[in-house]
């Protein structure tokens, strides 16, 4: 039997993974269950073109991440700071081109998620049928479900290569 071996580590170890270019969820939502000391890790590291990927709301750790220069695209259906009103630091450098949004609902975000735990191509969502956001996201495509006949948007597979949550608590084993 081998031995079990801690699964603790600082910060900076714990994100030495994290590459430009990256696609990262974050969890919780809004201000709540924020991993925010590895948020700002991330900002001081100097990672830079990052994908973003929150479900169901993102605030102030991906807004931190914008105004640090780290973030190229958020996929978030929403990015603000509850009733502070959007998140600054996004609203400004989405108005300069310097970040991409990829318009969504949080069921296309789920649909993509769960595509990628599954190793299928794509997900499917009725979310958004005979609404402009296929138009607003190319990366939708309005299909037909073979067995109904009903309009869905299917959604591309959303794959993280590195997913940040919080925990109250964890042991060594990573429990």
């Known amino acids: 039997m081998s031995e079990r071996t801690s699964k603790q580590a600082e910060a900076r170890e714990a994100l030495a993974c994290l590459r430009d270019g990256a696609v990262m ?3 919780g939502s809004l201000f709540h269950n924020k991993p925010m000391s590895l948020v ?5 590291s100097g990672v830079r ?30 990015l603000g700071l ?9 609203r400004r450098q989405v108005a300069e081109g310097k970040v991409k949004v ?8 789920i649909a993509g998620m769960e595509a990628a735990a599954k190793n299928l191509p794509s997900g499917v969502t009725k979310t958004g049928v ?13 299909i037909v479900d073979p067995f109904t006949g009903e309009s869905m948007i299917a959604v591309p ?11 109250t608590y964890g042991d060594q084993w990573g429990n």
């Open 130 to 142: 005979g609404t402009d956001l296929p138009r607003s996201n190319s990366a939708f495509k309005e």
């Open 25 to 27: 969820a974050i969890g």
């Open 40 to 44: 700002r890790e991330i900002a001081r």
């Open 82 to 90: 509850e009733h502070h009103g959007l998140a600054i630091n996004f």
């Open 157 to 167: 597979a959303i794959c993280p290569d590195v997913a940040l949550i919080h925990a």
């Open 102 to 109: 990829w318009d969504c609902d949080e069921t296309q975000v």
């Open 49 to 78: 073109g990052l994908t973003v990927v929150a479900v169901t709301q993102a605030s102030i750790d991906v807004d931190l991440l914008v105004a640090a220069g780290c973030v190229a695209e958020v996929r978030v259906p929403y």
